[in-house]
């Protein structure tokens, strides 16, 4: 049985000396016509971005951050898992998974933790208590260094399941996840519907039930949006009720921003990962952009984001090395084959919860969620992006208290 021992971030001083050496010496690409970010990222804003990220952000005020919750890391089996486990103050806690996606980390996590855990001091009743558990990825921020190779969204469901259960103690649970989160939530419910409450998923992924006939090659487009939208989602403009129609166009403009990415992460991420981990130019270039094609702004990232939250961010993918790992993770995950469930009318039970923000890269017809999934909870909300827990972190968390509510 794999135990879980206490962990401390400590990132060596030689590694933020490096970083600062790096910074000054990086030699920017020209940029010109480029003030809208139609050729992407745009060298003014990276310019003022490195410049606080060398002379005016402190990473050790980060660190302690991180380290002012209960941090852990197991092992199982040569691959490390990192994870915050905070219990919850209320009469009956439920225990709740929250798992992010790519270019997230766990951290997109830090404004919700102690509202979920601590209602009562936040306004809430305490009542609606969770004891929250949020892993890192495999591959990605302090689960790392990862050295076992395909790693990927299906073995990291049975990785959950096994952290719940066997080395957390909990035999039935919440879980609630975006991006890779939601595809893994919504697959954890799927696969052990005796062990999880329900499901809550900003990003629209219901989970197959049932292996189709005739499934794509592995690595093809049409397994690609298949895998990331699930069955119900393969959807046109007439599918949508008419008061939701709108939202299909939307779609197809934000899926026009992730095209790069998915392209390069699911063909040949080691080659865009040398230059990425030599670079931390490079890398915030590529993590910041998505950051803003992604989330609820006019064009300025820091109308959905801190500042200091985007360094939060790029410096944990910096100094754990992860960002090629965390690419590969779309290489395997999507050259995996879909898998049968166990028991598909026990799934088929499993409650779920669907927000709508307004700016997600996702939306399903709310008809078709609810003949593939036993949706009981459907909410749509004024405002957000792709990164709800860590743009709007009250909405997030009022919502999810709201859902699971109805289950405990």
Known sequence: MPQAEPFTVAVPDEAIEDLHHRLDNT????????????FGMNGEYLESFLHSWRHEYDWRETESRINNFNNYQVDFEGVPLHFIHEKGKGPNPVP???T?????TFWDFEQVIRPLTDPAAYGGDPADAFDVVVPSLPGFGFSTPLRVDGLQTSKGVDLWARLMTDVLGYDRFAAAGGDFGAMMSGTLGARYPDRVLGVYV?????PALSVPDNVPEPG????????LMGPAMRTSPDDFAPEERHRYGVMEDRWKTALSHIAVHTTDPQTLAFALH??????ASWLVERRRNWSDNEGDVEEAFSRQFLLDTVSIYWFTESFVTTSRWYWHTFRTPPQAVPDPEAARQVPFGMPVFPKEMIFVPRAAAEASANVVHWTEHPRGGHFAPSEVPEVFTDDVRAFFRKLR
């Open 202 to 206: 900003t990003l629209p992924s219901l």
């Open 27 to 38: 030699r920017f690409a020209p940029d010109f016509a480029n003030e809208d970010w139609r």
């Open 278 to 283: 030599d670079s931390p130019a490079g890398l």
């Open 100 to 104: 992010h996606g790519w270019p997230w």
């Open 96 to 98: 709740l998974i929250l």
């Open 220 to 227: 093809s487009t049409s397994q690609l949006v298949g895998m």
